[in-house]
């Protein structure tokens, strides 16, 4: 398999798009984790925490 293309976008990517990756990655987790839920309360919680993680992820990619 050729990775040069997975290598470039990792040498390219620096610090700065450490927490927006973090972040989503958090979020997609809970995302997967509120089908599992069985109570429309920890749906909703991790629903919201997870749409906190992305907006945060998205403002954070924006700054300059």
Do not use: C, E
Not at 7 to 31: C, E, N, Q
Not at 32 to 45: C, E, G, N, Q
């Amino acid at each position: 398999m050729n990775f040069d293309k997975v290598r470039d976008f990792f040498d390219k990517s620096g610090m700065h798009d450490l927490p927006t990756g973090v972040a989503a990655l958090i979020g997609i987790v809970l995302l997967v984790l509120i089908f599992k839920a069985r109570k429309s309360f920890t749906r909703a919680i991790l629903f919201l925490v997870a749409a906190g993680l992305f907006a945060g992820a998205y403002w954070w990619h924006q700054q300059p």
